[in-house]
């Protein structure tokens, strides 16, 4: 099978829950289990994450609130894509933004990671407006454009 398809059939084990040792996966998708190892990874670069436990009965479990990549619209997932190549990239992004406190706000930012957290998409990303490290709700980034300037891993805040 594909390298694609052992991943997606992996998952498919680890949906019940329950805690799967490697060898055991490697066995029931007839892989090494160097490659079980390495799909976790790519699973996990992929937003999709596994916990893992050591010792005698360790082995992997798929998060239970991990909806990985469910994601509300077509829209929200396109952007997702492309804050995920943003990030891969270092391009600084120009967003929309919508903030209870400061309404609709025009934002240059830095992103730096995207994840879920109680079923939402967050991008974690140095904000230039406000000199600091933000988190943007995906759900609240109303337009945003990736822009061609690339930004370095140091940001410099201004005391």
């Not at 289990?33 to 992997?60: C, D, F, N, P, V």
């Not at 991990?66 to 077509?74: A, R, V, W």
């Not at 945003?144 to 690339?150: A, F, I, Q, S, T």
């Amino acid at each position: 099978m594909s390298k694609i398809s052992n991943m997606l059939n992996m998952l498919q084990i680890l949906k019940d829950n329950q805690i799967h040792s490697i060898a055991s996966l490697s066995q029931e998708l007839e892989v090494s289990q160097r490659m079980i190892r390495e799909y976790k990874q790519e699973l996990e670069q992929a937003g999709i994450y596994l916990k893992s436990y050591t010792g005698k009965y360790g082995g992997y479990q798929l998060y239970k609130n991990d909806n990985f990549l469910k994601i509300d619209s077509i829209i929200k997932e396109k952007m997702y894509l492309i804050m995920k190549k943003a990030i891969s990239n270092k391009n600084k992004v120009k967003i929309k933004f919508y903030s209870i406190n400061s309404g609709l706000t025009q934002r240059i930012i830095h992103p730096a990671e995207l994840f879920n957290y109680l079923d939402k998409w967050y991008i974690a990303a140095f904000c230039e407006l406000r000199n600091e490290i933000r988190l943007f709700k995906l759900d609240d980034i109303k337009d945003y454009k990736v822009l061609d300037e690339k930004y370095d891993n140091e940001n410099k805040i201004k005391i």
